[in-house]
């Protein structure tokens, strides 16, 4: 009898540790994560060490991938680089190519009524799903934006209305040409001010909302158009009327010399961080949607969606990972993130963010869908070069050298000249 007690005791101590060995989350042990991300520092200062303080049963090795940046990172090779080292998340730099070579998890099946996933912000999961043709393949807890920022105080004094969510650029200037030439505050203001030294550069960021760059698919210039030459006559005549300042080179504190921080530009365009400076100006301000173009009211290519993960398809760790996923994208994680003082990025929990600044329109980020831009592959140097000269042509018409027909059409044959030297220099 006692042999048989001990035979059933060394049985069953046998099946205890055969279900622990088979289980994924055995109580109180250890489960390791490998995270594929840019910086080993960077990961744990914004993600990883927050989350291990509340899940300490979590391990976390992180797979840097600056190493690789630093000869440059084809896609073939960081699909090779994936399969290697094999990891549980990866930091997802081109999403297509990851859908396409079947290097991520459908992150559907894990999603739930209660999941944090379904607190991000609608846009930046449509922009998500519509990369995954209807499936959700990553995520991304934080994306950048630009709002057009203006004065509340300098339009109640000239009593002209606020602007409004998704005005076109044209309306923009045209608003701002209500400004042209006047003094506040006893110093000569301004409709609208550029936060930069370029004048091309302002041109390039009007073209962005509706899709535009300077070259076609093919690679060639395409500013000799009806389009960019009414880009360019909106910038100049503004300038030539008072309504339109920009930017002059400083050494000095950032916003320090910023018409818009100072009080004497009625509106301006900024990144979301702008908020940190316009903080501290001494007039109230608020913000509305970044200029749209009239076809596409509803999307802006100034909105990114940055710092996506996803599960990697081969992981062992799955629903681990996905635990990680849904703890970067809570509210928890959010008020942590606004806390300790982001302000490079937006939080993609849209909820969390008006409940820490009501006094101000930040829907005006969330109000947009992202587009994809696609930027036809221009030599390294080209670009610099290229702004230097349409900078050059644009001023050349607000001094009165030049028509706006002839420096288009000199800025058109420069340019291709360049950009053909460029190009035949890099396969050289």
Known sequence: MRKKSLFIAVILSLACILLLSCSNHPQNASVSLKIMYDNSDEFFRKYGNVFLTKFPEYQIDVIPLDQYYKDGLTNEEFNNLVESEMPDIILVNNIQNSINEGLLLDLDPFIDKDSSLNEISENIMSYLRKQGEGSLYVI????????LYYNKDMFDHFNIEYPTDQMTW???????????????????????YYNGTNLFSLATDIALSSQMTFTDRTGNITLYSDRWKR???????????????????????????????????????????????????????????IPVDPSTPDQSASIHVNNMFGIYSKSNHSEAAFK????????????????????????????????????????????????DM???????HFGTKMYELGDEAIRSIIEGEKDLDTAMKQ????????LEYEKKNETE
């Open 140 to 147: 991304s807890p934080t994306f950048t934006g630009q709002a």
């Open 170 to 192: 044209d309306d923009v200037f045209l608003l701002a040409s209500k400004f042209s030439n006047v003094t506040y505050n006893n110093t000569t203001s301004y409709g609208f």
């Open 231 to 289: 880009i360019i006559e909106i910038i100049s005549s503004s300038v030539q009327q008072g309504s339109l300042a920009i930017g002059e080179k400083s050494q000095g504190e950032p916003y320090a010399d910023n018409l818009f921080f100072l009080g004497n530009a009625a509106m301006t365009t900024d990144y979301s961080n702008a908020m940190t400076f316009f903080s501290k100006a001494s007039f109230d301000w608020d913000l509305v949607t």
């Open 324 to 371: 990680f996923l849904e703890f970067i994208c809570s509210k928890d994680f959010a008020h942590t993130m606004l806390r300790s003082g982001i302000n490079d990025q937006l939080i993609a929990n849209e909820d969390v963010v008006k409940e820490m600044d009501k006094l101000h329109n930040l829907e005006a980020f969330y109000k947009l869908r992202p587009i």
């Open 374 to 380: 696609v930027y036809p592959f221009i030599p390294l």
């Open 411 to 418: 800025l058109q044959e420069e340019s291709q000249y360049l």
